[in-house]
């Protein structure tokens, strides 16, 4: 999959926080811009607290990589749906601190596949910036 890498290899991210998506889209002239909300099969999740650009595919053993925030929207408040027949998680709540991660080096967390049949896009929101 081509791709210049980042914070944490050659894969496709995804993130929980709406705001940490969009600052990633490039508004084309009149300032609208396209955002996807993806539905994405993490499997057996790889939790990771430091970047490692070397990560062209999920460790051995795991299926995806999550690079765990010091904040993340409060799972208190996360919504539950079934799509396709698959129970599906949506993040709701506002960001709230991470105790557990508070030593990270992600302030948002970062979800990270690297097979494109793991996501399926299941909305296109159109943006005014």
Do not use: C, W
């Amino acid at each position: 999959m081509p791709h210049s890498g980042g914070r944490v290899g050659r894969g496709i991210y995804f993130a929980s926080e709406n705001a940490k998506s969009a600052a990633y889209v490039r508004p084309a002239a009149g300032g609208i811009g396209i955002m996807f909300l993806n539905e994405v099969a993490l499997g057996k999740e790889k939790h990771i607290s430091a970047d490692d650009s070397s990560l062209v595919e999920a460790p051995k053993g795991f299926d995806s990589v999550v690079a765990k925030g010091r904040q993340e929207p409060n799972p208190k408040l996360d919504a539950e749906m079934t799509l396709g027949g698959h129970k599906v998680i949506v993040p709701q709540g506002k960001p709230v601190p991470q105790n557990k991660f508070k030593d990270s080096s992600f302030y948002q967390s970062e979800y990270l596949i690297y097979k494109e049949s793991q996501n399926r896009i299941r909305y296109m929101l159109k943006l005014k910036f």
